[in-house]
Nanobody, 117 residues
Framework: QVQLVESGGGLVQAGGSLRLSCAASGSIFEINAMRWYRQVPGKQRELVAAISTIGSTNYADSVKGRFTITRDNANTVNLQMNKLKPEDTAVYYC????WGPGSTDYWGQGTQVTVSS
């Protein structure tokens, strides 16, 4: 079992920055990739950024050049968000999956990011 807890959300003006963090606990050495998703009411959850155990990253086109995902160690992933836009407003969720054929997805509770214009 893996538990994920996000922090760092809040209210910021357009053009500003926020840094989200996600701390994992429990069976952290089973964790494979870690990701950030976001969701707005009435829309599907969308992948924002992902990072593998060896540091390979990928980003949604809408955040490339503005967001950076990093992984401090086996149990912490961060999302540095710069040049924020009102359309970045969403609940941001941390996600992790585990190694092996019985891979399991884990989710945090989410943290609200609101960007005012």
């Amino acid at each position: 079992q893996v538990q994920l807890v996000e922090s760092g959300g809040g209210l910021v003006q357009a053009g500003g920055s926020l840094r989200l963090s996600c701390a994992a606990s429990g069976s952290i050495f089973e964790i494979n990739a870690m990701r950030w998703y976001r969701q707005v009411p009435g829309k599907q959850r969308e992948l924002v950024a992902a990072i593998s155990t060896i540091g390979s990253t990928n980003y949604a086109d809408s955040v490339k050049g503005r967001f950076t995902i990093t992984r401090d160690n086996a149990n912490t992933v961060n999302l540095q968000m710069n040049k924020l836009k009102p359309e970045d407003t969403a609940v941001y969720y941390c996600n992790a999956d585990t190694w092996g054929p019985g891979s399991t997805d884990y989710w945090g509770q989410g943290t609200q990011v609101t960007v005012s214009s």
